[in-house]
């Protein structure tokens, strides 16, 4: 608190308002743990993993 102000408030005597539903602090997911980050492109690989399973998986 301001000690040469005595009337002033501090950040934390401040009202926030946190009804906003939209208010985002962090995101769900950051832009390096992406296929893009990791170095894979965005297609995927699942068509080849399935067409590559091992005999013992069916």
């Known amino acids: 608190m ?3 102000d005595p009337g002033a408030r501090g ?3 401040r009202p ?3 009804s906003d539903d939209d208010f985002l602090v962090l995101p769900e997911q ?3 743990d992406t296929d893009r ?3 894979e ?3 995927g690989s699942d068509d080849w993993l ?3 399973r091992p005999p013992h998986w069916d």
């Open 41 to 43: 492109r965005a297609g």
């Open 50 to 52: 399935l067409a590559e």
């Open 11 to 13: 950040d934390d005597d």
């Open 30 to 32: 950051t832009a390096d």
């Open 2 to 4: 301001n000690t040469e």
């Open 16 to 18: 926030v308002d946190l």
């Open 37 to 39: 980050g990791w170095g």
